[in-house]
């Protein structure tokens, strides 16, 4: 049998400071994670810098807790993989810097990992049989893109949006319904009460791509129809705001991905990201692959969210296929997916 590779890997890309140890790509031995949101809820949204300094609090803690609960030793690793992009500067340079110092004492290898690699392979721990080629929507706070994953470590974006990422319109919704940060487990919440179909909020068509995405159309009708109901003295049902906001997103979620995996003839379909946990697009997607007899992937919340371990996944395919960073690593806030730096 071929030795085992134990990667220890940390995310520090937003406001979870987390550190995992993943064994072969796909066993999670420790999984911490250090959340910053009662910090940042006080401000309705991450405040940078504040988030860099909690990064700075708390890495160390978190990394030795990873380390200690994986059973293993440091010098047991076979490499240190970091996200170096895309994310905030603050936030990425503090995991950055503190995987070189640990990778240079320890005399371990350096992996940089793309934040949304990461969550894509988040997929290949939660479901060990899944292998490439598969089709992808990555549904997160920054980014939303539809992605074909032709190989491990190859992907092809036929989608992204627009505008606002799916996330960042939950965020921007559940502030202006009342419901405060982070909105996207808020709006899913009282979605469960709400009635879907009670407000016609658009599905926006988008110029570019037939698979591209925009969101800020329908942010805005949600805000003029909040506006219009309180000038008439109409009461708002922010259940049924949020639930017909929610359903308007998922419709234009799963259509475009159906139409993707039919057009490409993709057996398998998975999702990705933050926005991945919600309640009612997991459903959407499990009855409409069922339909089509797509095999549907999905990791538990709690690798939707950030996370290291799904960082400690997608380094490991990386590793395999020879990726070594130097200590010139640098964090890039907007590195594109598919793009390496080496
Ligand atoms: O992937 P993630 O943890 O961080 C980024 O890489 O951005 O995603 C965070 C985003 C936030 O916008 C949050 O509101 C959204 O994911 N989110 C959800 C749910 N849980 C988190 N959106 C909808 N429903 C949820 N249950
Ligand atoms: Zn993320």
Redesign the pocket.
Known sequence: MSENINILAIES??D?TAAAVVRNGREVLSNVIYSQIDLHTLYGGVVPEIASRKHIDKINQVVQKAIDDSGLKLEEMNAVAVTYGP?LVGPLLVGVSFAKALAYGADLPIVGVH??EG?ICANYIANPELEPPFMCLV?????THLVKVTDYGKYEIIGKTEDD????A??KV?RSIGLG?????K???VSKEGNPEAIKFPRAKVGGSEYDFSFSGLKSSVLNYLNTASMNNETIVTEDVAASF?QAVIDVLVGHSMDAVEKYGFSKFAIA???A?????RKAFEDECAKRNVQFFLPP?IL???NAAMIGAAAFYEYKNGVRHGLDLNAIPNLKLGEKYQ
């Open positions: 890309s937003c979870e994310g934040h949304i969550h549904v997160s706070g920054g980014h990422a799916a996330g960042e939950f965020d559940a940060y982070p909105g996207g487990p709006i899913d919440k929610q990201g933050g926005v946990s919600n309640s009612g697009l919340p939707c969210t950030d």
